[in-house]
């Protein structure tokens, strides 16, 4: 597992990210690292996590408002989001 996560990139973290929302529940709070095993977060470098934060903020505004709704930021700067 840690060679497949350290080989993909920031596309298909996004994909992985977007399937785990599915299995979130209604008023569940996440923040993005907490869609991935904190050992595969921890494997990808910085600049991938900045970007695939970015990515999964942009595609929760504009297609997927009616599910996720964006929330204050924790202390760190990390996004919040909550499902609805």
Request: proline share 0%; hydrophobic share 40%.
């Amino acid at each position: 597992i840690e060679e497949v996560i350290l080989k993909l990139d920031v596309n298909e973290l996004l994909e992985i990210a977007k399937k785990e929302v599915e299995n979130l529940k209604t008023d569940e709070i996440f923040l993005v690292k907490e869609l991935f095993k904190g050992y595969e977060w921890n494997r990808i470098d910085r600049k991938t996590r900045l970007l695939l934060g970015i990515l999964f903020l942009n595609w929760v505004r504009t297609t997927n408002e009616d599910k996720i709704k964006i929330i204050e930021k924790t202390s760190s700067g990390q996004q919040k989001y909550k499902i609805i």
